[in-house]
């Protein structure tokens, strides 16, 4: 069984079935992976460098073809990645709608800039952005496609401690209005915890841990279970918890 189809099975959102991915006939990046997300739950995806994350991200976005096994997603797909990819020659605004044509653009260009906080740079430059405003205005593209599934491929990796922390509680308010399943590839433990109701941890291609996170929400570091959870994570990514 080799495709990729644009429906979902009753109370799936995602379905990934023996995804198998190879570069120059090496050895597999993702083995015979089986990865299931329903409708509205966030997934957090950890692991270190050439674990399979951005890998197993660019096959669900459609960016690279599925050669050996399935994957079954919803049509409306969007991805926010580290690198904002704001066409410089062109407003904020309509860097938010680009690719589509309607009376209603700019009115809808607007709404999700205020759902954001960047209202009042809708008519700004993109090179005159921060990079926090410059990523807003990224998760604005994304969310005016109104997806079903939302890929978040380190987002925040590059912004500075503060301004990471206020775009996670962006990313977790915008979640919980637009009901989208999110998939979030991280290196941050933490960050995982804070805002995932599953942690997958990659390990060579395959599923190494995965785990449910149950701490009631809005969470902090001192919440009882979070540094069990920690440890946990850590011992699977093989680092040693402080």
């Not at 460098?49 to 997603?73: N, Q």
């Not at 309509?94 to 260009?109: F, P, S, T, W, Y």
């Not at 593209?141 to 990796?157: G, H, K, Q, S």
């Not at 433990?189 to 941890?201: F, G």
């Amino acid at each position: 069984m080799t495709h990729i189809q644009s429906d979902v099975h009753p109370g799936t959102a995602v379905i990934v079935e023996r995804l198998t991915r190879r570069f120059n006939n090496g050895p597999p990046v993702l083995d015979e992976l089986d990865l299931a997300i329903a409708p509205g739950e966030f997934v957090a995806l950890l692991g270190h460098s050439g674990s399979g994350k951005s890998t197993l991200l660019r096959t669900l976005a459609g960016l690279d073809p599925v050669t050996d096994g399935a994957v079954t997603r919803p049509r409306d797909v969007s991805v926010v990645f580290q690198e904002h990819r704001l066409l410089p020659w062109k407003r904020v605004w309509k860097n938010v709608v680009l690719g589509q044509e309607d009376k209603a653009i700019r009115q809808r260009a607007e709404a999700v800039l205020e759902e954001v906080g960047l209202s009042h740079r809708s008519n700004a430059w993109p090179l005159t952005l921060s990079g926090g405003e410059a990523q807003r205005a990224a998760l604005a593209r994304a969310l005016v496609r109104e997806p079903a599934f939302l890929m978040l491929d380190e987002p925040f990796a590059a912004l500075d401690a503060l301004t990471r922390l206020k775009m996670q509680q962006l990313v977790a308010d915008l979640w919980k209005k637009h009901g989208c399943a999110v998939l979030l590839v991280t290196h941050d433990v933490d960050e995982a915890l804070l805002l995932a109701d599953r942690a997958v941890v990659l390990e060579r291609g395959r599923i190494r841990v995965d785990v449910p996170i149950t701490i009631p929400r809005p969470r902090r570091h001192a919440d009882p279970g979070f540094e069990g959870l920690r440890s946990l994570l850590l011992d699977a990514l093989g680092v040693h918890a402080a």
